[in-house]
């Protein structure tokens, strides 16, 4: 840099410093000479040498037909030189050389120099190999390419807009599925498309899911242009660029109209099915009222051993044909989307204790103990739906209780503050039974699935208990998880939004 700023002489040391880094470059360096179209090496580097794969004298004199390069590219070479001898200008350019049936990538740099002392022009050359990015940017590009000829035939809409959630680009199954046009989808003029009534959760779920970066994933409505209404389930991703920010969205839309159309109609049916049964459930109410208040009368009269044993059974037998009943009534209320949610402040102390007593009265002098704990901490006043949450309790007592015949069941309560006076109620039912097996874990909150007791007999009941809690806690908008472990018990979770007074 001091010689080209004040034009000092070139020192022989300069000298050798250039000729050290010619020489040792790994990229390739040379001077030719240019006579009509043949091109002939003065000087070359030990890199290209090694390219050409011959030692660096024999380059001297030597054409590149000779060194083996196809005349292609010997042909987009020789326009290159003559480019540079007529602009004077440095020309960059990437080649590719084939060299004995090898392709090479070089990113490149012809320079005019001078006329020879014949009046031949004289260039430099410099070639840095770059086959390896090429063959990224090539795969990539073909990629692109591919992706674009998927998205033109795939059957699902596919859509795209930048990061501000301008339309940028969909493919005509997307427009088919829509009804609308280029023109009306410009800007944010896709929006329109969606359901006015299912606006306003998707742009809570978009929201959600650009804040999360998690896909995002939504069943809704488009309304069409032509006042069509299809059900959709629109799926978007993130576009990310080489800084990481977002630099748009692309995404789904399929057509699940009819798969909807089924789904509410297979809806229907439930609830009119749920509807009926529980309709004639009443009805088997009324006469089995009657039964067991007969039973009850004729316990009240004298009785030998033999009639004392008919009227028990009868008893038993009424008993827990009105469980069975009560049950499916139970069940079909949720199904046919009666069941009402009635929340009221209790007492939760005593509300426990309470819930308690009617299962200790069930134990039959069984050698089972009972304990309970309440966190001091927990508030003593609670806002919720206490009926159901003692349905709830009872259930999971009742089967802890039918698969304990010896040994402890333990109830946990805690209360957990939230924002305000928003809370968590967490029951918590362990149980020291036989465990429940693991591949029955996923089945027990199944209707009319029962399990076999400690001793391989079936545990009786009908198999809607759990299934029951669970659709009750779902629907107070809680959650149930159970853990069980094969001779060592069983432990159910539940935890339940409430409101503290």
Not at 107 to 121: E, H, I, N, Q
Request: negative net charge; glycine residues 8%; hydrophobic residues 40%.
């Amino acid at each position: 840099m001091r010689h080209l700023a004040s034009r000092d002489p070139v020192t022989e040391t300069d000298y050798q410093d250039l000729l050290s880094f010619f020489e040792s470059s790994p990229q390739l360096m040379g001077i030719v000479e240019l006579e009509g179209d043949q091109v002939t090496h003065l000087l070359a580097n030990p890199a290209t040498a090694r390219f050409y794969g011959v030692a660096t004298d024999s380059l001297r004199g030597k054409r590149p037909a000779e060194l083996g390069l196809s005349s292609q590219n010997r042909e987009a070479w020789l326009k290159l030189f003559y480019q540079a001898l007529e602009t004077r200008e440095p020309v960059r350019f990437d080649v590719q050389n084939e060299l004995n049936g090898k392709r090479y990538w070089f990113a490149s740099t012809v320079m005019f120099l001078r006329y020879s002392a014949s009046g031949k022009p004289v260039f430099s050359y410099f070639a840095a190999d770059i086959s390896e990015r090429k063959r990224i940017e090539l795969d990539l590009q073909a990629s692109q390419q591919n992706l674009s000829r998927l998205r033109d035939i795939t059957p699902v809409g596919i859509f795209q807009t930048d990061a501000d959630g301008n339309f940028v680009y969909a493919n005509e199954p997307w427009f088919a599925l829509s009804g609308t046009t280029l023109n009306a989808a410009a800007g944010k003029g896709w929006y329109n498309i969606v359901h006015p009534e299912d606006r306003e959760l998707l742009c809570e779920e978009w929201k959600k899911s650009v804040e999360s970066g998690k896909l995002f994933s939504l069943t809704h409505r488009y309304l069409t242009p032509q006042g069509e209404e299809i059900w959709v389930k629109s799926q978007a991703i993130s576009l990310l660029g080489p800084d990481g920010n977002v630099t748009g969205y692309l995404g789904s839309a399929q057509n699940i109209n009819e798969l909807k159309k089924a789904e509410l109609q297979a809806e229907d049916a439930t609830r009119a099915k749920s509807e009926f049964v529980a309709q004639l459930s009443h009805e088997y109410r009324t006469p089995l009222a009657g039964i067991l208040g007969l039973s009850e009368l004729l316990n009240q009269t004298p009785l030998d051993a033999e009639q004392q044993d008919y009227v028990d059974t009868i008893r038993g037998c009424g008993e827990s044909l009105l469980k069975l009943i009560n049950e499916t009534l139970d069940l079909s209320a949720i199904e046919a989307r009666k069941m009402e949610i009635c929340a009221e402040p209790f007492d939760l102390p005593s509300w426990l204790e309470a819930t308690l007593s009617i299962v200790r009265n069930t134990l039959d002098g069984r050698p089972v103990t009972m304990d309970h704990s309440l966190t001091p901490a927990s508030p003593p006043r609670l806002v919720a739906d206490h009926e159901k949450i003692r349905q709830v309790l009872i259930n999971l007592l009742g089967n802890a209780v039918k698969f304990t015949p010896s040994g402890r069941i333990d109830v946990i309560v805690r209360v957990e503050p939230g924002l305000g006076k928003a809370a968590t109620l967490s029951l918590s039912v362990r149980d020291t039974g036989p465990g429940i097996p693991p591949d029955k874990v996923d089945e027990i909150f199944k209707s009319f699935v029962r399990l076999k007791s400690a001793s391989k007999q079936d545990a009786g009941g009908t198999g809607l208990g759990l299934a029951i809690t669970k659709k009750i806690v779902e629907a107070l908008g809680g959650k149930i998880h159970v853990e069980s472990k094969l001779g060592d018990g069983s432990r159910f979770q539940v935890t339940l939004p409430v409101q503290t007074v």
